[in-house]
């Protein structure tokens, strides 16, 4: 059974920590299917925090090294969902 696997991200001193969690992310582009990238923006204010949701794909170890390493990088705190699918 196929699982749809949701990853979310609090990236706290998006300054100094979001470098990591880029390279990260083009490290395992190909297991990326979807990111959303969200934090308080206006006119005269930029949060330093952000939040990024990841739906990956791909073998489940390509996976799990992912979020192994982005669990071990400075700044990110991370939460998992993932869902069984019947097709």
Do not use: W
Request: include cysteine; hydrophobic fraction near 40%; proline fraction near 2%.
């Amino acid at each position: 059974m196929a699982k749809h696997r949701i990853v979310g991200l609090k990236v706290s001193d998006r300054v100094r920590n979001a470098g990591g969690v880029q390279h990260l992310f083009t490290e395992y582009g190909c297991n990326i299917k979807t990111r959303i990238g969200l934090h308080p923006v206006s006119g005269d204010y930029c949060s330093p925090n952000g939040l990024v949701l990841l739906e990956l794909i791909g073998a489940d170890e390509e996976c799990e090294a992912l979020v192994s390493k982005l669990q071990q990088t400075e700044g990110v705190e991370l939460k998992e969902m993932a869902f069984e699918l019947d097709a």
